[in-house]
């Protein structure tokens, strides 16, 4: 509430004081994120200001060495069957669960989201155990298990989101029209519900390629994924080239997630959920 | 004549409520089917390997597994006294065949957990039975290595004749068996779980405490203002909120660094003349893990506030309330739903940090999910890891199912 005119001096402190305390928290939030960000131009291996020159000399180290280049390839590797599984999944499940009168909706509900809730280290060790019996250790195929297992239940949260306030008679007056369930789902259903897939697919994607502790436990040498390189080379010494593949994380996050946002409002608009 | 008549008269009907029910069946089912996929992959790759992790908390026959004729021979041992010479020849049998299957260090190493030391006295224990011929076994084998005379080592094997074992559970809390198989606390050496535990809690309810006062006056600045600048400061909450947890880990090791950003900047001001110790310590895990979870904390809080509508507090004003105590009566405690939320939230979700503690904590600064990692990749002793694993899923679940009973799984919103 902004200071009325009448306020006493007393109100008056009050309002600057918490005025200035807001923008010393909102800096405590941003500054992180922009004082490192310029750190990867700097053209001498240090973390301090001011930057003696710009440089692009770590990205290119980002970009040209096997290592994190090995690393990037991965993780998009992994990244996108990640998307792919988890998106054909999660989909099939909301459409059901979306149904009026699903059966045990709450308890289904709940073991489909858990591996959100429970903490990571334990699903790491629990997959680690299990995957070390039937032999999926160390193999793409247990990474990319594993990490659908992790980012399905947010396809399933946002296609449910798109799917609440679907007006199910237009699905019957196609069946009534003549269309097969099949026809229906891809003329009707589909076209409604796929800003929802859409942003749930980038989610799955952002989980799996900013996913590190099941990483660390259940993926080889092989499977090294950028965030796996990047935190062991922050516990060996830290260098500018792991603050340049920070940097493309962090604007890869931001790429994505603005799509997603920009998604959700378009579709939202577009069901009059919010008119603006 | 009634029967009839109540049976014709619904005739009509019943196959038409069967119909209806069949079809609805068969809705149900279809539904059913779509989930199913998922739910059978989550299934297997998530709630099987779990429950697993846990019952290997209190589940273990490495003994048992690995020497059935001692566990067996036993059976009739009344735990008084060491047992006679037949148990000892099904010790050395065991261990003969150990040592020919080469599993006498995993025997050891179990043996090791609950009598530090012993390892290397089965190994060569084991090495040297192989080489007797025959008995009297007894003498020869306390020969051999003076730990079979010790009663302990045959309560420990005695308690190994079961699968289940609360050796690991006691233990993650500090108490162990004593020789004669009574529970006691652990030496000092050996207990260090409950702090651990406790500096767990400590630390997240630190954090918790830290992001409600940061959080608190932001969250009402933003509900407050008009929609055009909350809108711009938004992006300054939700894009940190965005960027990975390891992006913004990294940022603090990059800034708390000794010779990093933050003490350049406070020693280029003539703040300190010496760097100061920011990292590697409490002081970095709490500002690194608050700067994470603060926008977890705010969201709610704003979102909560949102709804607050101004004329309470204007009503309380004109009834003659002063500034803070219009805040303090009448706002505030609209705001504690939101707060509640926040709060228990950012608690839950700090019980299991592992990666910035790692990173920018002290030895002294590890959580429980450090100690379960620890156990699994390094010490290899999986029923320690999952025992503590147990006891903190446990603990995250019933936390989650209060906050679930108080705000509403459904209303946790991303971004």
Same mark, same amino acid.
């Given at each position: 509430?902004?200071?009325?005119?009448?306020?006493?001096?007393? +109100?008056?402190?009050?309002?600057?004081?918490?005025? *200035?305390?807001?923008?010393?928290?909102?800096?405590?939030?941003?500054?992180?994120?922009?004082?490192?960000?310029?750190?990867?131009?700097?053209?001498?291996?240090?973390?301090?200001?001011?930057?003696?020159?710009?440089?692009?000399?770590?990205?290119?180290?980002?970009?040209?060495?096997? $290592?994190?280049?090995?690393?990037?390839?991965?993780?998009?590797?992994?990244?996108?069957?990640?998307?792919?599984?988890?998106?054909?999944?999660?989909?099939?499940?909301?459409?059901?669960?979306?149904?009026?009168?699903?059966?045990?909706?709450?308890?289904?509900?709940?073991?489909?989201?858990?591996?959100? #809730?429970?903490?990571?280290?334990?699903?790491?060790?629990? *997959?680690?155990?299990?995957?070390?019996?039937?032999?999926?250790?160390?193999?793409?195929?247990?990474?990319?298990?594993?990490?659908?297992?992790?980012?399905?239940?947010?396809?399933?949260?946002?296609?449910?989101? /798109?799917?609440?306030?679907?007006?199910?008679?237009?699905?019957?007056?196609?069946?009534?029209?003549?269309?097969?369930?099949?026809?229906?789902?891809?003329?009707?259903?589909?076209?409604?519900?796929?800003?929802?897939?859409?942003?749930?697919?980038?989610?799955?994607?952002?989980?799996?390629?900013?996913?590190?502790?099941?990483?660390?436990?259940?993926?080889?040498? +092989?499977?090294? /994924?950028?965030?796996?390189?990047?935190?062991?080379?922050?516990?060996? +010494? #830290?260098?500018?080239?792991?603050?340049?593949?920070?940097?493309?994380? /962090?604007?890869?996050?931001?790429?994505?997630?603005?799509?997603?946002?920009?998604? $959700?409002?378009?579709? +939202? $608009?577009? $069901?009059?959920?919010?008119?603006? | 004549?009634?029967?009839?008549?109540?049976?014709?008269?619904?005739?009509?009907?019943?196959?038409?409520?069967?119909?209806?029910?069949?079809?609805?069946?068969?809705?149900?089912?279809?539904?059913?089917?779509?989930?199913?996929?998922?739910?059978?992959?989550?299934?297997?790759?998530?709630?099987?390997?779990?429950?697993?992790?846990?019952?290997?908390?209190?589940?273990?026959? @490495?003994?048992?597994?690995?020497?059935?004729?001692?566990?067996?021979?036993?059976?009739?041992?009344?735990?008084?006294?060491?047992?006679?010479?037949?148990?000892?020849?099904?010790?050395?049998?065991?261990?003969?065949?150990?040592?020919?299957?080469?599993?006498?260090?995993?025997?050891?190493?179990?043996?090791?957990?609950?009598?530090?030391?012993?390892?290397?006295?089965?190994?060569?224990?084991?090495?040297?039975?192989?080489?007797?011929?025959?008995?009297?076994?007894?003498?020869?084998?306390?020969?051999?290595?003076?730990?079979?005379?010790?009663?302990?080592?045959?309560?420990?094997?005695?308690?190994?004749?079961?699968?289940?074992?609360?050796?690991?559970?006691?233990?993650?809390?500090?108490?162990?068996?004593?020789?004669?198989?009574?529970?006691?606390?652990?030496?000092?050496?050996?207990?260090?779980?409950?702090?651990?535990?406790?500096?767990?809690?400590?630390?997240?309810?630190?954090?918790?405490?830290?992001?409600?006062?940061?959080?608190?006056?932001?969250?009402?600045?933003?509900?407050?203002?008009?929609?055009?600048?909350?809108?711009?400061?938004?992006?300054?909450?939700?894009?940190?909120?965005?960027?990975?947890?390891?992006?913004?880990?990294?940022?603090?090791?990059?800034?708390?660094?000794?010779?990093?950003?933050?003490?350049? @900047?406070?020693?280029?001001?003539?703040?300190?003349?010496?760097?100061?110790?920011?990292?590697?310590?409490?002081?970095?895990?709490?500002?690194?893990?608050?700067?994470?979870?603060?926008?977890?904390?705010?969201?709610?809080?704003?979102?909560?506030?949102?709804?607050?509508?101004?004329?309470?507090?204007?009503?309380?004003?004109?009834?003659?309330?002063?500034?803070?105590?219009?805040?303090?009566?009448?706002?505030?405690?609209?705001?504690?739903?939101?707060?509640?939320?926040?709060?228990?939230?950012?608690?839950?979700?700090?019980?299991?940090?592992?990666?910035?503690?790692?990173?920018?904590?002290?030895?002294?600064?590890?959580?429980?999910?450090?100690?379960?990692?620890?156990?699994?990749?390094?010490?290899?002793?999986?029923?320690?890891?999952?025992?503590?694993?147990?006891?903190?899923? @446990?603990?995250?679940?019933?936390?989650?199912?209060?906050?679930?009973?108080?705000?509403?799984?459904?209303?946790?919103?991303?971004?």
């Amino acid at each position: 509430m902004a200071a009325s005119a009448y306020a006493s001096p007393m +109100e008056k402190t009050w309002y600057c004081l918490h005025r *200035m305390l807001c923008a010393m928290v909102l800096l405590f939030l941003i500054a992180p994120i922009f004082v490192v960000v310029p750190l990867s131009f700097n053209s001498v291996p240090f973390f301090t200001y001011p930057l003696p020159r710009l440089s692009l000399r770590w990205y290119q180290d980002f970009f040209l060495t096997v $290592r994190w280049q090995g690393a990037l390839y991965n993780s998009i590797f992994v990244a996108v069957s990640v998307t792919l599984l988890s998106t054909v999944l999660g989909t099939l499940a909301a459409l059901g669960l979306s149904r009026p009168k699903f059966p045990w909706r709450t308890a289904v509900m709940t073991v489909l989201i858990s591996p959100i #809730i429970v903490p990571i280290v334990i699903t790491a060790v629990g *997959m680690y155990f299990f995957y070390a019996d039937v032999g999926l250790l160390n193999s793409y195929a247990g990474l990319v298990l594993a990490h659908t297992t992790l980012a399905t239940p947010f396809v399933v949260i946002t296609v449910l989101a /798109t799917l609440t306030g679907f007006d199910h008679s237009l699905t019957r007056a196609a069946a009534g029209l003549g269309a097969t369930p099949v026809t229906a789902f891809l003329k009707v259903t589909l076209p409604l519900i796929l800003p929802g897939m859409i942003s749930g697919s980038l989610f799955a994607f952002l989980t799996s390629f900013d996913e590190v502790v099941v990483t660390l436990f259940v993926a080889g040498a +092989e499977q090294r /994924t950028l965030p796996k390189v990047m935190f062991s080379g922050i516990r060996e +010494e #830290i260098s500018p080239t792991i603050i340049a593949a920070a940097t493309i994380l /962090t604007l890869f996050s931001i790429v994505v997630l603005t799509t997603i946002e920009l998604l $959700r409002w378009r579709s +939202e $608009r577009l $069901r009059g959920i919010r008119n603006t | 004549m009634a029967t009839i008549a109540a049976h014709t008269g619904n005739l009509e009907d019943v196959p038409l409520r069967l119909k209806l029910r069949r079809v609805e069946r068969r809705q149900k089912l279809k539904a059913f089917i779509l989930v199913l996929p998922l739910l059978l992959f989550v299934l297997t790759t998530f709630v099987l390997p779990i429950g697993r992790m846990m019952f290997n908390a209190v589940h273990d026959n @490495t003994l048992l597994k690995l020497m059935p004729r001692t566990m067996r021979a036993l059976d009739a041992w009344d735990g008084s006294d060491l047992p006679g010479e037949a148990v000892y020849a099904a010790l050395a049998g065991d261990l003969k065949e150990s040592s020919a299957q080469r599993t006498a260090s995993v025997i050891g190493k179990r043996i090791n957990y609950e009598l530090p030391g012993s390892l290397s006295e089965v190994i060569s224990s084991a090495r040297k039975v192989s080489k007797l011929s025959d008995g009297p076994y007894r003498e020869a084998l306390i020969e051999t290595s003076p730990l079979w005379g010790q009663h302990g080592v045959w309560s420990l094997l005695k308690r190994g004749t079961s699968a289940y074992t609360g050796y690991y559970l006691l233990r993650s809390v500090d108490y162990q068996y004593s020789p004669d198989s009574r529970i006691v606390a652990s030496p000092p050496e050996n207990a260090i779980f409950r702090d651990v535990f406790l500096r767990t809690l400590g630390i997240s309810i630190a954090v918790s405490v830290v992001t409600l006062l940061l959080g608190f006056p932001v969250a009402y600045l933003l509900a407050t203002l008009p929609r055009k600048s909350s809108n711009l400061l938004m992006i300054l909450v939700v894009l940190p909120f965005w960027t990975s947890v390891l992006v913004r880990t990294t940022a603090w090791v990059v800034l708390l660094q000794q010779h990093g950003v933050v003490n350049d @900047t406070l020693m280029a001001l003539h703040v300190i003349s010496q760097p100061a110790e920011l990292i590697y310590n409490r002081i970095g895990t709490i500002v690194a893990m608050s700067h994470i979870q603060l926008p977890v904390t705010l969201l709610p809080i704003y979102s909560v506030m949102k709804t607050i509508s101004p004329i309470y507090v204007r009503a309380a004003r004109s009834l003659g309330a002063g500034p803070f105590y219009a805040f303090w009566k009448v706002y505030f405690p609209q705001t504690l739903p939101g707060i509640a939320a926040g709060c228990l939230l950012t608690f839950i979700l700090c019980l299991g940090y592992y990666i910035t503690p790692a990173l920018v904590g002290g030895p002294a600064d590890q959580m429980v999910s450090s100690f379960v990692a620890h156990y699994t990749n390094e010490e290899l002793n999986w029923g320690m890891a999952s025992a503590l694993g147990a006891i903190l899923l @446990t603990a995250t679940l019933l936390l989650y199912y209060f906050f679930n009973k108080l705000v509403g799984v459904d209303r946790i919103k991303m971004g």
